[in-house]
């Protein structure tokens, strides 16, 4: 399956049921929450989703209430290195690639180090 972080986006607006969808849905299986200007504001895995099931939060409720706002990122001017390292360190999936301002530049995905 092809890999597109950019189908996995949603804005601060969006619901827990977009975020939902969007990881039942996107390759990455995640939900990557952005400002308009594309600011990263955080990520909602299905594990967000479960726990926040578990609080009896509403489908209709912000995404905010399930966001996890500190993912793991690295910066635009990080190495290929530091990145492989990375993923050598954990065990995540994909890391969010960031520049100093912390816009969305990228996502590198384990499966391609």
């Known amino acids: 399956m092809s890999?597109?972080?950019k189908e996995s986006l949603l804005t601060s607006h969006a619901t827990?049921?977009?975020a939902k969808c969007i990881i039942d849905t996107s390759s990455m299986h995640i939900?990557?929450?952005v400002d308009k200007k594309r600011k990263l504001?955080?990520?909602v895995t299905q594990s967000d989703y479960r726990k926040g099931m578990l609080r009896h939060v509403n489908l209709n409720d912000s995404v905010a209430i399930i966001?996890?706002?500190?993912p793991e990122t690295a910066l635009l001017t990080d190495s290929a290195n530091e990145i492989d390292?990375?993923?050598?360190r954990t065990n995540?999936?994909?890391?969010?690639?960031?520049?100093?301002?912390?816009?969305?530049?990228?996502?590198?995905?384990?499966?391609?180090?």
């Open 3 to 5: 890999k597109n972080w």
């Open 16 to 18: 827990v049921q977009d």
């Open 31 to 33: 939900a990557i929450v």
């Open 41 to 43: 504001l955080g990520i």
């Open 67 to 70: 966001l996890n706002e500190s």
């Open 85 to 88: 390292d990375f993923f050598i």
């Open 92 to 113: 995540l999936m994909h890391l969010l690639i960031v520049d100093g301002e912390g816009i969305l530049a990228n996502v590198e995905y384990y499966d391609e180090h």
